[in-house]
Nanobody, 121 residues
Framework: QVQLVESGGGLVQAGGSLRLSCAAS????????MGWYRQAPGKQRELVAS???????QYTDSVKGRFTISRDNAKRTVYLQMNSLKPEETAVYYC???????????????WGQGTQVTVSS
């Protein structure tokens, strides 16, 4: 089994910053892509940022230049540094990792429990 533990959410004023962390543990041999998603009330979950095993990153257009995704492979942890936050970015933020328990076989996706980010105006 694989467990993901998220931390770092909270309440921040518009223009402020937060740093989210997501640590993976359990039966993991290797980790492939890691990413952050968010889901606002009444809206679909959307991809915010992702990072490949090689360090290539992708961002949704609305966060480019303000958010930075990074990973620590030794700690099996992915981070999301969020700067200049906006009220419309209030949502539950979820991490997702793709990993496998052996050196062979398919990768599977696992989700964190979600962490609330609230940006006040």
């Amino acid at each position: 089994q694989v467990q993901l533990v998220e931390s770092g959410g909270g309440l921040v004023q518009a223009g402020g910053s937060l740093r989210l962390s997501c640590a993976a543990s359990g039966s993991i041999f290797s980790v492939n892509d890691m990413g952050w998603y968010r889901q606002a009330p009444g809206k679909q979950r959307e991809l915010v940022a992702s990072i490949s095993s090689g360090g290539s990153t992708q961002y949704t257009d609305s966060v480019k230049g303000r958010f930075t995704i990074s990973r620590d492979n030794a700690k099996r942890t992915v981070y999301l540094q969020m700067n200049s936050l906006k009220p419309e970015e209030t949502a539950v933020y979820y991490c997702k990792i793709s990993c496998r328990p052996r050196s062979y076989g398919a990768y599977r996706d696992y989700w964190g429990q979600g962490t609330q980010v609230t940006v006040s105006s």
